[in-house]
């Protein structure tokens, strides 16, 4: 949250990553300095190279969004409350056992914050959910990591705090009731509820 | 799996039922025997003997089954399959015959107070029970020493009429009576154990009968947990976003929201051996810790962990109250923890090999507080494991399906838990000491079981 001024879309993604625990470290990806630090690198080689793949799925995720986004703030112009509305409802989805905020979710996140920002009575509920795999009563301990980490991204955009509640669910509220990954991706997931100041709602 | 479901096919339509016998219809006096673990000769052998007026009848077969249940003795079956028709054809003592096909009756509603010893002894058992009618409403329920060639102890209980819903209880407080005085231990006839399905909480006998709802309210509940008296419990319900935690009388049915919570999500409630207090997990923007209340006084919130960027949740007391177990995330994935009871002192309880160990969750601290159950991630499914409180050795206690949130009974040696095994995530029973398993209830999507101690008999009357 501290690198938030920088409001290229890539530092405020990195931002977020590194906001939501335990994340990948922020870019300068470490292949490129051979020489220094090698035994500190040769200990930790696996996991670096690791970290840069991601990073790098993830690069190109956030290229792809940006790309995305632009095209989507045009048509975006032509938007109805109810269609504003939708978006607010959009839902994020998670990695088993994981509450980190996937690459491409960060767009939809950004969504809402324009949202949150250009309808300042606007409140909204976000609820955390999980597969069924997990224990019982651990998934509402990590619905919760979900759903704050949400929140989180939306507050470190400048939205205050007290517009957003959060909740979990664990696996108590599954969507899909398969029990194959399809379903699974599907459930594990945050759900994004308008509270109150949803009646007329202003494009971003 | 197979040879197990058929066994119960066999004890459900086992043709011993009859129309008076309404009251409950799976006999167990065929012999059919559930569990994969048969050790005859071990346990001592136990003949419950015949009785001929219905509630009686009635009486007997309940308390026929608690003893099977037990996991102490052999009950043995009287020769001639029925014993219950040939008894009633021919009552009466009678010598065995030639062949070896001794037929006897000897039980009665007159209670013998002596018996064909011999003739016990000779069929393997150890003690013979006889249920007879007492003076007005009571039961007297004797107690015979085969081998001593007498009577060990002879109970008495006032027993209610057989539709009354305290009848049930009354005959499982005698069998754990009929224990005591056989075996000089504690049962656990006289417990139910409360359990989720479909957001709501029901409540089970330990013997599978008088499935009750006791939820009173139409928002989605977990984690039923009972107070160490049997008079009350405690289970969490969502409303509006949070997690509210409400205590409720077993006797009345009435129930109240703990105070201090309901702003949070408030969930896996535990009470302290005391009763005065319950620590619960608190879900918040800060991640999930530990807390306790004063439940006497409805005050005094305390937090006992700060984990910020970890969660401790799912608390359960030892015994004596001094010590918690919990679950932790600080090392990654969830594992099982121990601190005291006033937060201090946290420390790893179940060992586990870091990167290698999956997910454990879900402990519960058992009656005698020698061990800890709780179930793990292996290779992606969920087993039950023990963790042995002194020397800190972890054994696996299943491997069949997915089996998880395991509960003790009173006894410390059974336990139910949730599993998969035959198709479908239902309740079963384990005998720890012998691996005999059993279902409780025959029900999908049943779940988050919760064992009672050995219920007061006031918590026999029903709203």
Known sequence: MK???????????????????????PETPAP????????????????????????AREREAREREARQRAADSLAALGKSTEAVRTLVATMIHFDYDKAIIRGGDAAVLDQKVAILQA?????????????????????????????????????????DGSRIETVSYGEERPLA???????WAQNRRDEFEILSGGENLKQP | MRRLLLGLAVLSAGPTVRPSDAQDTSAIDRGVRIGIVYRPGVRPGMVVLPVHAPALDSARIILSRDLDYSDRFELITLPGGDSIRVTAAAPGARPPAAGGAGRTGGGGAAAATTLNYPLYQALGADFAVAVAAGSGDSAIVTVHDVAAGGVRRELRARLPALKDPGFRLAIHQLADRVLEAALGVGGTAATRVLFVMDGKVYSIDQDGADQ???????????SPAWAADGRRFSYMEFWQGHGRLFLQEVASGKRAPVATTGQALDFTPAFSPDGKTLAFSRATEEGTDLYTVNIKDGCCLQRLTVGRFYDNLSPTYSPDGQR????????????????????TDQQLF?????????????PEWSPDGQTVAFHRDVGGTLQVFVLDVRT???????????????????????????????????????????????PLLQKSGARLPAWSPRLPETASSTP
């Open chain 1, 177 to 183: 009731s398969g029990h194959d990954e399809e379903s």
């Open chain 1, 119 to 159: 309808n300042p009575a606007l409140r909204i509920r976000i609820s955390g959910h999980c597969d069924e795999r997990g224990s019982d009563e651990y998934n509402l301990a990590l619905g919760n990591r979900r759903a704050t980490a949400a929140k989180q991204y939306v507050v470190s955009h400048g939205i």
């Open chain 1, 3 to 25: 690198r938030l001024p920088l409001l290229l879309l890539s530092g405020l993604a990195v931002a977020v990553v590194a906001a939501c625990g335990g994340g990948p470290k």
């Open chain 2, 212 to 222: 009750k709802l006791v939820s009173s309210s139409d928002h989605q509940a977990m």
């Open chain 2, 324 to 343: 918690i177990a919990f679950v932790s995330t600080r090392a990654g994935l969830p594992q099982i923890y121990v601190m005291a009871a006033d937060g």
């Open chain 2, 350 to 362: 179940a060992p586990f090999d870091y990167g290698a160990t999956g997910s454990s969750n879900a």
């Open chain 1, 32 to 55: 490129a300095v051979v020489n220094q630090d090698s035994i500190d690198a040769a200990r930790r080689a696996e996991e670096e190279r690791q970290r840069a793949e991601a990073e």
């Open chain 2, 392 to 438: 800190r050795a972890v054994r696996q206690l299943t491997s069949v399906g997915r089996n998880e949130d395991p509960t003790w009974a009173p006894d410390s040696r059974h336990m139910a838990f949730v599993s998969d095994r035959s198709g479908y995530r239902q309740l079963w029973i384990i005998d720890v000491e012998t691996g005999r398993i059993r």
